[in-house]
C-alpha cells in the first residue's frame, strides 16, 4: 500500500465526472472486502477523445513522498 487512503475518478473533457451505467464515481480503498493486491483496473465507459483520470493518494508513505514510487501505466484500448 503506498497511502492510507486513495481513490482514482475519471473526469470527462469538460472535467465533469464521466456518467455510468452503476452510478460509482469513484474507486477507493475502503470498500468492505478490499484486499490488497496488484490489480489491473479496466475503464470502460470512459469517453471518447480527451478524458482526464485523477489518483489521489492521502497521507501516502515515504517512497511516494521521496519521489520513488512511480504512478501505474495507463493504457487505453481501441
Do not use: C, H, Q
Amino acid at each position: 500500500m503506498v497511502a492510507r487512503v486513495l481513490s482514482l475518478t475519471l473526469y470527462g473533457p469538460a472535467r465533469y465526472l464521466v456518467p455510468n451505467p452503476i452510478d460509482r464515481y469513484a474507486i477507493e480503498d475502503r470498500p468492505p472486502g478490499l484486499r490488497y493486491r496488484p490489480v489491473r483496473i479496466v475503464v470502460s465507459d470512459a469517453p471518447r477523445g480527451r478524458f482526464l483520470l485523477y489518483l489521489r493518494l492521502d497521507e501516502p508513505e515515504r517512497v511516494v513522498a521521496a519521489g520513488r514510487w512511480t504512478t501505474p501505466t495507463v493504457t487505453r484500448k481501441r
